[in-house]
């Protein structure tokens, strides 16, 4: 009897180890690509300490009216960032696809600088 409560923690170690190692995998993918715009990589337990899943926070780019080009570059990262993973996730995509209408704002202001205004509100 004893021998199958040992086979079954070794198989629950088993699970977490892999379980944990292809969150970090995903989480880091996206720390990576967003370098300075990235906080800490945090992985979400179950109540039986198994992982289930993580994020790592991403600054979203806030549109600069007066620095089109600043936006466009944060913007830029943070997409790249939100697809790194081999599998990025529905969030993530929808994380990029935010910064992508951010990105595309910025670049009609830096090229309509007269309009710069219209976003400011």
């Known amino acids: 009897m004893l021998g199958n409560v040992g086979s079954y923690l070794n198989f629950k170690k088993n699970i977490i180890a892999k379980s944990e190692a292809k969150i970090r995998q995903h989480e880091q993918a996206h720390k990576s690509a967003a ?3 990235a906080g800490a990589i945090v992985i979400e337990r ?3 300490g198994i992982p289930t899943g993580g994020h790592v926070e991403i600054k979203m780019p806030v549109l ?3 620095n089109p080009e600043e936006t466009i570059g944060q ?3 943070v997409i790249k960032s939100a697809l ?3 599998d ?3 969030q993530d995509i929808k994380v990029a696809n935010e ?4 990105l595309l704002t910025a670049q009609r202001i830096k090229l309509n600088p007269e309009h710069k205004l219209d976003y400011m509100a």
């Not at 910064?99 to 951010?102: Q, V």
Request: neutral net charge.
């Open 35 to 37: 370098g300075p715009l």
């Open 46 to 48: 179950n109540s039986e």
């Open 64 to 66: 600069n009216p007066d």
């Open 75 to 77: 913007a830029k990262t």
């Open 84 to 86: 790194a993973p081999a």
């Open 88 to 90: 990025p996730s529905e």
């Open 99 to 102: 910064a992508k209408k951010i």
